[in-house]
């Protein structure tokens, strides 16, 4: 990574992990697409979903300054956060998805970001051996060796939760970080029978509050460390999708030294 990178995630500052975040305005939003030009990144073709991935990024090369650190992206397809890796320097990076994996590249010729379509196809060029088609509930990837394991806006789409954090928490060598972020209202939104992707295995969600705090149960169960306290307040409704307002959430889980089984 070079100096001007460098000197820009210093100025940004540490993020605690574990940890819990919440969107509470678009102008979180907008400043993280600050930092991404001052980064160089390439631009998200979902503006909306810039918060969360510059976060998931300081969070990654704070504690992994290595560029042969391990990665795998859960969920990837679409997702700008491997093209952003590789664009700093990363070079072992996984991804999977239920659709084959690709980054976002339909979306950023539609947007004429020319940018990202570079980026984009040079990062799928360079790892594409390593992108998979599988659910983030039973990768196939092999056990205990990954540092980050990233899923960006994927486990409320139809997920098993109770599967899917005892694979993450399989994927990660000891101390290694889970990044998760989701849709996210402090009450309660019935989204009906929603489904966004047809794929999924399931209709959609928006948690609440009770709902993140069962969900770090979750994952405690599996030997991957939540956030002492949550900080779940919200400020306004700043994501607007099919008919709902809500928000997102990142949570930032540490994986124990010795692996726990299923609750």
Not at 78 to 85: A, H, M, P, V
Not at 94 to 106: M, S
Request: a positive charge.
């Amino acid at each position: 990574m070079n100096d001007r990178r460098e000197s820009v995630f210093r100025q940004l500052g540490p993020v605690e992990v574990p940890g819990s975040h919440v969107l509470r305005s678009l102008e979180d939003n907008e400043a993280a697409r600050g930092a991404a030009v001052a980064l160089g990144l390439a631009p998200n073709p979902v503006q909306i979903k810039t918060w969360d991935n510059v976060l998931a990024l300081r969070v990654i090369a704070a504690l992994n300054p290595e560029r042969d650190a391990p990665i795998v992206d859960l969920g990837c397809r679409s997702g700008i956060l491997l093209t952003w890796l590789d664009q700093i320097g990363y070079r072992r990076l996984y991804g999977c998805d239920l659709r084959q994996p690709a980054p976002p590249l339909r979306a950023a010729l539609k947007a004429r970001l020319w940018q990202t379509v570079a980026a984009g196809t040079a990062a799928y060029l360079r790892h594409r051996q390593r992108l998979v088609k599988a659910s983030v509930e039973d990768t196939g990837f092999p056990a205990g060796g990954f540092a980050v394991a990233a899923s960006m806006s994927v486990i409320e789409h139809g997920v098993d939760l109770s599967r899917f954090f005892a694979e993450a928490a399989r994927l990660l060598r000891p101390g290694g970080t889970l990044i998760v972020s989701t849709d996210y209202w402090p009450t309660r939104i019935d989204v009906g029978e929603l489904r966004r992707f047809q794929v999924s295995r399931g209709s959609d969600r928006i948690f609440d509050r009770e709902d993140v705090v069962r969900l770090c149960d979750i994952a405690r169960s599996v030997g991957l460390v939540g956030p002492a306290s949550l900080d779940l307040e919200a400020g306004h409704p700043v994501v607007s999708s099919s008919g709902f307002s809500y928000t997102f959430l990142l949570l930032l889980f540490r994986r124990e030294d010795r692996l726990k089984g299923p609750a």
